[in-house]
């Protein structure tokens, strides 16, 4: 039998004592070791003696390896004396120590680490805290790396003039392009105000405030004007003013961006003088054809009464009668060729003058046009590494401050996040739509070629329909036509290629006008098909009056409209013969394309028709003006019907 002794309160008080620190001992040695941050206990001779599971997982080290060694051997050399500094100051300081080192892992790398550490007098012991911050160190250099190219790439640039302004409208950068237009160098314009680009009149009418006022109400300002350089001379430029906001929303600064467009303006003037002289002769020239139309009329009226006079007589003048027929039928052949003369040249010269109008509108959108493409991929990859950045923010920062948060949630930022590379793939795929429009107006409205070369049809069938491709759609007016492209294997062949656009361009014009003028058709499929191929075809020689067959590209344009009666389609080559409405046509388009195909390359061009089943032209080229078929390659004559 165990006899129970009674407990003595001292004994009982210290029991009691003991317990909780116990416990708490217990508790700080479960967070020592579930703590995410590296946790050291290092005495005051400068050697580890104990570190938590973390500095292993994060170094690499055990315990084992690190326990006993010299905590200011493993930092990097360049960082322990600036380290030794820091940790003299336990000895005076009463609060934490805070620094950061390159500190090496197991593998021989280093790692940036952020410390936090205090001295314990009591204990002759450091106690350390130190986080991981080499992801931080390498996203702020590559940012610094970005903002340098950035600037390098602002400074390169020579053809814009690219300068900043502060928020009173001051200079307060300036780039080689703004020095080369404006003839200011960046150490005489630094600090002055922007009014000093302009002229007193501007700046007398407030011009210089309006500017940066609409740009920071609007958030940007495009303008042309008159600008005057450091030496007084004038030059017209493009300015576009955009406003800068710092993070708080406030009005930091302007970006301005200049461009001279003198030379541009000169050249637009004098195309458009050169149009207007144009057409000043085309209409002298069509007076003077109308005037001698006229005389022809009358003389051929007159021709007509001395006819009737002489058939009262014929007994006795039927010789002059005779001849006076011949005089008239001559009389009328003439006419004729006056007048298909006088369409082609109404016709040529107002291609020419197209031309050269596309040409020049042409090439001044391609210029801005190549200039937003090849930057959209520099933006592109901007945007990517801010907002990888600032995933890597929202990871290591989860809880913004209030007014961040509210900010995120005032636009949306996850959305933004999400629709902005959408926005970017976006811009260039409207940039790479504008310049394919570009160069297929360029191939389009080729200039007259001297000599025939070889030419790719397909090209200029894409180019034609990438033109009229708007019409095909639907509109309140026309449902959608359908476009079917059966294309065969064609060689390049010979020709010149302007002209044969112009074919084309008359002939599916045609066919969208009957298709969109047919009421009839409202209710079922409208439907234009275009077939290419190779095709042995005859062809009669100059100088040779046998004829041999000879391989011609072949293409078929047909639509699903109302059909042509037989006595339409032997019409439809004659000049100013038209079945459309009075001011829908002048007659002229498809009498052009017979003597281009016909007449200027030997080819064919027919038509075959009925009423109810639509309308089919035929376009046969021979590929080749100057060779025979024995001189063709097999390669060419593949993709036949």
């Known amino acids: 039998m165990v006899t129970k002794v009674a407990e003595s309160p001292t004994t009982k008080r210290k029991r009691e004592k003991t317990e909780p620190e116990h416990f708490l001992e217990g508790a700080l040695e479960k967070f020592f070791n579930l703590t995410l941050d590296m946790f050291f206990i290092v005495g005051v001779d400068g050697y580890f003696k104990q570190l938590n599971p973390m500095c292993e997982k994060t170094l690499g080290y055990t315990t084992e390896e690190l326990r006993g060694q010299p905590w200011v051997e493993f930092v990097h050399p360049e960082d322990q004396q600036s380290t ?24 021989g790398s280093y790692k940036w680490l952020s410390w936090n550490v205090t001295l314990c007098q009591e204990h002759e012991l450091i106690y350390a805290v130190a986080r991981d911050n080499t992801e931080h160190k390498q996203a702020e250099a590559a940012r610094a790396e970005t903002e340098e190219s950035f600037r390098l790439l602002v400074e390169g640039v020579n053809d814009y003039a690219i300068f900043m302004l502060d928020s009173q409208g001051y200079v307060v950068s300036w780039n080689s392009g703004a020095e080369r237009t404006k003839q200011y160098s960046a150490s005489e314009i630094i600090g ?152 082609q040249l109404i016709q040529t010269e107002k291609m020419s003058s197209l031309g050269q109008l596309v040409a020049g509108v042409a090439h001044e959108i391609n210029n801005p046009v190549g200039f937003i493409y090849g930057n959209i991929d520099y933006a592109t990859c901007y945007i990517k590494d801010l907002m990888r950045l600032m995933k890597l923010y929202s990871h290591y920062y989860p809880e913004p401050l209030p007014q961040i948060q509210s900010e995120m949630n005032a636009i949306d930022f996850d959305f933004l996040m999400a629709d902005m590379p959408k926005l970017l793939a976006s811009m260039k795929v409207g940039a790479t739509r504008i310049r394919q429009i570009v160069l297929s107006l360029q191939n389009f409205l080729r200039a007259e070629q001297v000599e025939m070369t070889p030419v790719d049809i397909h090209d200029g069938l894409e180019s034609t329909l990438l033109i009229l491709q708007n019409r095909l759609k639907a509109t309140d007016q026309h449902p959608e036509i359908t476009l079917l492209k059966e294309y065969g294997i064609l060689p390049l062949v010979e020709c010149y290629a302007g002209q044969i656009n112009q074919v084309f361009m008359n002939l599916l014009t045609n066919a969208i006008d009957v298709l969109e003028g047919s009421p009839e058709l409202r209710d079922t499929s409208r439907c234009i098909t275009i077939k290419t191929g190779v095709q042995d075809m005859r062809r009669e020689y100059a100088g040779n009056s046998t004829e041999e067959k000879v391989p011609h590209a072949v293409i078929r344009i047909a639509d699903t409209g109302p059909g042509m009666s037989e006595d339409v389609c032997r019409k439809l080559f004659d000049p100013f013969f038209t079945t459309k409405p009075v001011g829908k046509g002048t007659g002229l388009g498809l009498s052009i394309s017979y003597q281009i195909i016909v007449e200027k390359h030997g080819g064919q061009l027919t038509c075959v028709s009925e009423p109810g089943k639509g309308a089919e032209f035929l376009i046969a080229i021979p590929i080749r003006q100057r060779k025979s078929s024995s001189q063709l390659s097999e390669s060419e004559c593949d993709g036949g019907y």
């Not at 105000?193 to 302009?198: I, Q």
């Not at 495009?222 to 003013?241: I, P």
């Not at 006795?316 to 008239?328: D, G, P, S, V």
């Open 84 to 107: 030794r500094e820091q940790l003299h100051k336990l000895a005076t300081e009463t609060c934490p120590v805070q620094f950061e080192n390159r500190y090496r892992c197991q593998d």
């Open 192 to 343: 002055q105000h922007v009014s000093c680009f302009y002229s007193n009149e501007d700046i007398k009418l407030g011009k210089p405030q309006q500017g940066l006022d609409i740009a920071a109400g609007q958030g940007r300002f495009e303008e042309e004007g008159w600008r005057v350089r450091k030496d007084g001379s004038k030059f017209l430029a493009n300015v576009v003013t955009t406003a800068l906001h710092a993070e708080d929303g406030q009005l930091s600064g302007f970006a301005r961006v200049t461009r001279d467009i003198t030379e541009r303006k000169l050249a637009e003037d004098a195309l458009q003088k050169a149009n207007d002289e144009l057409e000043k002769r085309v209409e002298e020239r069509t007076a003077e054809l109308i005037e001698t139309n006229e005389l022809l009329k009358q003389k051929i009226t007159e021709h007509k009464r001395t006819e009737m006079a002489l058939r009262r007589s014929e007994a006795r003048l039927k010789n002059q009668a005779e001849q006076l027929e011949i005089e008239t039928r001559n009389a009328t052949s003439l006419l004729q060729e006056l007048q298909r003369t006088q369409a």
